[in-house]
């Protein structure tokens, strides 16, 4: 048997002035998956430099973490390497300035390229449910934003 591994995964609720969520669509390995934005925590990295670090990368925006949303309480196997636990981390966060990205509002709008791609949708808070997301944490984070937001 392999050796078990646990994966880190920190991501960020950006919600705009006109009460819609960014989502991101993205063909990772042929797979599409619609989530948040944000991705996997780096050695020697805390989890709130993690997500300002996703965020520069994925959107080419500087934010601030308002505050902390939900840590995964359930075991959760990866998805794509079936050694791996998931432990996903959601903050509630916020622009530090002017937020500026091109989003699309059509889902998996990637045109026709084969690699890694991604690309971002605002959705309407009052359309969000389990369905919006594709992986199994983010259906139970789809719920609670309902909720709580």
């Given at each position: 048997?392999?050796?078990?591994?646990?994966n880190i995964?920190?991501?960020?609720?950006?919600?705009?002035?006109?009460?819609q969520l960014?989502?991101?669509?993205?063909?990772?390995?042929?797979?599409?998956?619609?989530?948040?934005?944000?991705?996997?925590?780096?050695?020697?990295?805390?989890?709130?430099?993690?997500?300002?670090?996703?965020?520069?990368?994925?959107?080419?925006?500087?934010?601030?973490?308002?505050?902390?949303?939900?840590?995964?309480?359930?075991?959760?196997?990866?998805?794509?390497?079936?050694?791996?636990?998931?432990?996903?981390?959601?903050?509630?966060?916020?622009?530090?300035?002017?937020?500026?990205?091109?989003?699309?509002?059509?889902?998996?709008?990637?045109?026709?390229?084969?690699?890694?791609?991604?690309?971002?949708?605002?959705?309407?808070?009052?359309?969000?449910?389990?369905?919006?997301?594709?992986?199994?944490?983010?259906?139970?984070?789809?719920?609670?934003?309902?909720?709580?937001?």
């Amino acid at each position: 048997m392999g050796i078990n591994h646990f994966n880190i995964r920190v991501y960020g609720i950006l919600i705009n002035e006109e009460n819609q969520l960014l989502v991101t669509d993205e063909l990772i390995n042929g797979h599409k998956i619609t989530k948040l934005p944000g991705g996997g925590l780096e050695f020697g990295e805390g989890t709130i430099d993690c997500i300002k670090r996703e965020f520069i990368e994925e959107t080419k925006n500087e934010i601030e973490v308002i505050e902390h949303f939900y840590t995964t309480d359930f075991f959760q196997k990866s998805a794509y390497n079936n050694t791996h636990q998931i432990m996903s981390i959601y903050y509630k966060v916020k622009p530090s300035s002017t937020f500026k990205i091109i989003s699309t509002e059509k889902i998996f709008d990637f045109g026709d390229e084969l690699n890694y791609i991604q690309t971002f949708r605002w959705v309407d808070i009052p359309k969000i449910n389990e369905n919006t997301f594709t992986l199994p944490i983010d259906k139970v984070i789809a719920n609670m934003i309902i909720s709580k937001i």
